[in-house]
């Protein structure tokens, strides 16, 4: 249901282990900041792998080993080898210690999924231009005191 999508980050490890994390638009929204902000800081300058150097795509499973939705998200850096490290903990009721998984990948990787979230996002809802609400057939807008439909 519109306004009622999580979206979902897909990682592979080099033995095979599949994870896929559960993330809100505005979780995904601040990771890719967040990822374009420490490459920008670290004057990395992306330069596209010429097509016979590039790796094979993963192909992941229908299924994968760990599959949770994510509650609270850090990211770090780390600085040899240069690479970006997510910490994902698990959304749980309170009081209770959720699960965690770590990532980390290289920058050209790091680089290539803030492309990713940045074409993800562009192709949802346009958001209102008063009040930044996902615009749909039925919204009505808080800003107009919900007497005007925006369309």
Request: aromatic share 4%.
């Amino acid at each position: 249901m519109p306004g009622q999508r999580r979206f979902r980050l897909r990682a592979m490890a080099d033995d095979g282990v599949t994870v896929s994390l559960w993330l809100e638009k505005e979780q995904l929204i601040a990771l890719g900041d967040a990822i374009e902000t420490v490459l920008k800081d670290d004057g990395y300058e992306h330069l596209p792998t010429p097509l016979d150097d590039r790796e094979e795509e993963p192909v992941y499973p229908l299924k994968s080993d760990v599959d949770f939705r994510i509650g609270q998200l850090s990211m770090g850096i780390s600085r040899d080898p240069s690479q970006i490290v997510l910490i994902g903990v698990e959304a749980t009721p309170e009081n209770e210690d959720g699960a965690s998984v770590t990532l980390a990948v290289n920058f050209q990787k790091g680089f290539e999924l803030r492309q990713q979230i940045i074409l993800v996002v562009a192709s949802g809802r346009p958001p209102c231009p008063l009040c930044t609400a996902p615009l749909d057939a039925d919204h009505v807008c808080p800003r107009q005191n919900g007497h005007h439909k925006q369309a």
